[in-house]
Nanobody, 116 residues
Framework: VQLVESGGGLVQPGGSLRLSCAASGFAFSYYDMSWYRQAPGKEREWVASISTAGVYTNYADSVKGRFTISRDNAKNTLYLQMNSLKPDDTAVYSC??????????WGQGTQVAVSS
């Protein structure tokens, strides 16, 4: 089982990034998926979630209107489009596969840094 995030990097405030999370070794389409982030010295924070078929999405208030979560079950890939990035968005972003409130798999994370 693997969840591998990519797409992180350094971006200026107001910029955009698209994160990807490639899944393998399990039935990706059967799991709800979420993005989390953890900034230095802070606890891990939930960012967004998406249902198995991508019909339902939810966002933390801090990212609502700026971030979009999506998935492509044919490619076993989860995405996070991040626009209008702020310095407070700086964190390690990780994807998570879960079902019925139980967390099953985590990725290793990808670093996002927002700075001028």
């Amino acid at each position: 089982v693997q969840l591998v995030e990519s797409g992180g990097g350094l971006v200026q405030p107001g910029g955009s990034l698209r994160l990807s999370c490639a899944a393998s070794g399990f039935a990706f389409s059967y799991y709800d998926m979420s993005w989390y982030r953890q900034a230095p010295g802070k606890e891990r924070e939930w960012v967004a979630s998406i249902s198995t078929a991508g019909v339902y999405t939810n966002y933390a208030d801090s990212v609502k209107g700026r971030f979009t979560i999506s998935r492509d079950n044919a490619k076993n890939t989860l995405y996070l489009q991040m626009n209008s990035l702020k310095p407070d968005d700086t964190a390690v972003y990780s994807c998570n596969a879960h079902d019925g409130g139980v967390s099953y798999y985590w990725g290793q994370g990808t670093q996002v840094a927002v700075s001028s």
